[in-house]
């Protein structure tokens, strides 16, 4: 595995970010009357909002297996710490 399986939801971040700003740029240009970017706003948020579902719903299995994996790697025992029973002394 050459990635950390976080690098899996970079794209749906930066849909989620942008949907963001798309939501913010319609806030602010509904009340000032400007037509044209309330437009663009509403357009750039539905789209990258559904985009970011989409890339969420192909990513997220992948992702979920890949860090159980992790998971799996860190909890088991290292080779350089086998824990051999000891003979008896007695």
Request: with cysteine; charged share 20%; net charge positive.
């Amino acid at each position: 595995m050459a990635r950390h399986p976080v690098t899996l939801l970079a794209p749906v971040a930066l849909c989620a970010a942008v949907s963001g700003f798309c939501i913010a740029l319609t806030v602010r240009a509904f009340p000032r009357g400007a037509d044209t970017f309330f437009l663009v706003g509403c357009i750039g948020a539905v789209f990258f909002g559904l985009r970011a579902l989409i890339e969420a719903r192909r990513a997220w299995p992948k992702f979920r297996t890949d860090s159980a994996h992790l998971t799996a790697l860190r909890r088991s025992v290292p080779f350089t710490r086998i824990n051999l029973p000891k003979d008896d002394i007695r």
